[in-house]
């Protein structure tokens, strides 16, 4: 069993930068991919950033390209968001999920993905 637990969400201003860390416990080793999902009020969970861990390749939705980065901290089991030049828009409660058989042609759907973090609220408002 893995446990995922989520921080550094808050409030921030328009074009200012956050960054969610993600601390997983419990055995971890079996998993395929990695990656953050959001969801903004009134909507679906949607994809926003993620690691497949084979060739450790990562992938962004359009919408965050040239602006969040996705990295993690083998040693310390820890999966970081950065987020950079934050909009309106991108106000959602973020989720780390990781996946132990997550298919590469389905990274982006969150039913591949088995564990969760709580969610991190970030709020982006001036």
């Known amino acids: 069993q893995v446990q995922l637990v989520e921080s550094g969400g808050g409030l921030v201003q328009p074009g200012g930068s956050l960054r969610l860390s993600c601390a997983a416990s419990?055995?971890?080793?079996?998993?395929?991919?990695v990656a953050w999902f959001r969801q903004p009020p009134g909507k679906e969970r949607e994809f926003v950033a993620g690691i497949f861990r084979t060739g450790s390749r990562t992938y962004y939705d359009d919408a965050v390209k040239g602006r969040f980065t996705i990295s993690t901290d083998n040693a310390k089991k820890t999966l970081f968001l950065q987020m950079d030049s934050l909009r309106s828009e991108d106000t959602a409660a973020y989720y780390c999920a990781l996946g132990p058989r997550v298919i590469l042609s389905s990274l982006r759907n969150p039913t591949q993905y088995e564990y969760w973090g709580q969610g991190t609220q970030v709020t982006v408002s001036s």
């Open positions: 419990g055995r971890t080793f079996s998993n395929s991919a």
